[in-house]
């Protein structure tokens, strides 16, 4: 429950960075984002903490711009 609004805020920014209407150096914010509303909707701190890490370190290829290649059939 303490999660759900923040991954959801995190998610729509992670995919408007993947479609280019947001830079990629909105990716730390949105990060810090995701834990500040975990921690705002009764997350304890350790948690949020390690929901912070695991998108910092894991987060970069799903927030990298979309190439779409289109090919002949």
């Known amino acids: 429950k303490n999660f759900m609004r923040g991954s959801l805020v ?3 920014l992670y995919q408007l960075m993947r479609e ?9 914010t ?3 984002e995701l834990r500040r509303i975990c ?3 009764g997350m304890s701190s350790i ?3 390690w929901v912070y ?3 910092r370190i ?3 290829p799903a927030a990298r711009i979309e190439r779409v290649v289109l090919t002949a059939p």
């Open 20 to 28: 280019g209407h947001l830079s990629q150096d909105c990716r730390q």
């Open 53 to 55: 890490r695991g998108v």
């Open 39 to 41: 921690r705002e909707d």
């Open 58 to 60: 894991g987060g970069g």
């Open 10 to 12: 995190h998610d729509a």
């Open 47 to 49: 948690r949020a903490w």
């Open 30 to 32: 949105a990060d810090e």
